[in-house]
């Protein structure tokens, strides 16, 4: 293997400490709300990973796991107690959220100044006009950081995301226009797509689609970001054929070990900057 990897777990334990050395000088513990409908398996692991990882560094998560029937209204009302609450400093709701509900109208009910997922419009819109929002999303975040450490000069890279989420790929693009990146968003409808692949001195994949990206897809020496986590044949693979592609880039996330840790700490990270931005005293 050539290609440098890029170890967002090793990378993601260093945040834990510097958090819980700053959580622990606090007066008290954030407090982190996960609202989670329904019982998606993948969800129920990420919960699990966020409560563990809270707890590790100091934060209360609480979890409101409401059944899968549960009524708009009524995922409404508890949006609006926690947006009131004065111990809760974040709240998220986990996604995917079944069908019959709609995910922007809930996530639309969260307070700009708890939305420690960075979902909410304000957010996102003061992220669009290169402003600073109160929070940005985790995943994009956490791609940021990694990054940094093996392209400290961005301004001027192509940069390729497969994928044009709410999650990832719209805030991720973002960003990295922030950042003087030249930047195609693909998709589902996109043409030709290994043509704009090829172009790319950074490409990220997030589409969900398991070994998805092939060497003949990618430029010899480019950066590769995987946000994929599939199951293929009981075994978790990203949106990037590690195997195929490890000698012809320059350096690459693992899956598991790359990405998904460091959603997990930029969301403990936001909870705390939630805690401080709502007690301006400290
Ligand atoms: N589902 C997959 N990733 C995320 C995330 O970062 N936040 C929330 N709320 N749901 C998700």
Same mark, same amino acid.
């Given at each position: 293997?050539?290609?440098?990897?890029?170890?967002?777990?090793?990378?993601?334990?260093?945040?834990?400490?510097?958090?819980?050395?700053?959580?622990?000088?606090?007066?008290?513990?954030?407090?982190?709300?996960?609202?989670? @409908?329904?019982?998606?398996?993948?969800?129920?692991?990420? @919960?699990?990973?966020?409560?563990? !990882? !809270?707890?590790?560094?100091?934060? *209360? &998560?609480?979890?409101?796991?409401? %059944?899968?029937?549960?009524?708009?209204?009524?995922?409404?009302?508890?949006?609006? $107690?926690?947006?009131?609450?004065?111990?809760?400093?974040? @709240?998220?709701?986990?996604?995917?959220?079944?069908?019959?509900?709609?995910?922007?109208?809930?996530?639309?009910?969260?307070? %700009?100044?708890?939305?420690?997922?960075?979902?909410?419009?304000?957010?996102?819109?003061?992220?669009?006009?290169?402003?600073?929002?109160?929070?940005? !999303? &985790? *995943?994009?975040?956490?791609?940021?950081?990694?990054?940094?450490?093996?392209?400290?000069?961005?301004?001027?890279?192509?940069?390729?995301?497969?994928?044009?989420?709410?999650?990832?790929?719209?805030?991720?693009?973002?960003?990295?226009?922030?950042?003087?990146? *030249?930047? *195609?968003?693909?998709?589902?409808? $996109?043409?030709?797509?290994?043509?704009?692949?090829?172009?790319?001195?950074?490409?990220?994949?997030?589409?969900?689609?398991?070994?998805?990206?092939?060497?003949?897809?990618?430029?010899?020496?480019?950066?590769?970001?995987?946000?994929?986590?599939?199951?293929?044949?009981?075994?978790?693979?990203?949106?990037?054929?590690?195997?195929?592609?490890?000698?012809? &880039?320059?350096?690459? $996330?693992?899956?598991?070990?790359?990405?998904?840790?460091?959603? @997990? !700490?930029?969301?403990?990270?936001? $909870?705390?900057?939630?805690?401080?931005?709502?007690?301006?005293?400290?």
């Amino acid at each position: 293997m050539t290609a440098q990897l890029i170890n967002g777990k090793e990378k993601a334990s260093e945040i834990y400490t510097a958090l819980r050395d700053k959580i622990s000088a606090l007066p008290s513990k954030p407090k982190l709300a996960i609202i989670l @409908v329904g019982n998606d398996e993948a969800s129920l692991i990420y @919960v699990r990973n966020k409560q563990k !990882a !809270a707890d590790l560094v100091g934060i *209360t &998560a609480e979890l409101f796991h409401l %059944p899968e029937n549960t009524e708009e209204t009524e995922l409404l009302q508890l949006i609006d $107690t926690l947006n009131t609450d004065s111990q809760t400093n974040g @709240v998220i709701v986990q996604l995917p959220l079944p069908d019959h509900l709609n995910t922007h109208k809930i996530i639309n009910r969260i307070s %700009p100044l708890k939305d420690v997922d960075g979902f909410n419009p304000y957010n996102t819109g003061m992220l669009q006009n290169n402003e600073k929002p109160y929070f940005i !999303a &985790a *995943t994009p975040l956490g791609i940021m950081k990694l990054l940094h450490d093996v392209c400290p000069k961005l301004t001027g890279k192509n940069v390729v995301i497969i994928g044009a989420s709410l999650i990832v790929g719209r805030p991720l693009a973002t960003l990295l226009l922030n950042n003087e990146c *030249t930047v *195609t968003v693909t998709h589902i409808h $996109t043409r030709f797509i290994e043509e704009l692949t090829r172009q790319a001195d950074i490409l990220i994949a997030a589409c969900g689609v398991a070994k998805l990206v092939k060497q003949d897809w990618i430029k010899q020496g480019a950066i590769l970001i995987d946000v994929g986590i599939n199951r293929e044949n009981g075994r978790i693979c990203g949106d990037i054929d590690f195997e195929d592609v490890k000698d012809k &880039a320059s350096a690459l $996330t693992p899956v598991p070990g790359g990405v998904g840790p460091m959603t @997990v !700490a930029m969301l403990l990270q936001n $909870t705390v900057n939630a805690y401080l931005l709502q007690n301006p005293s400290l």
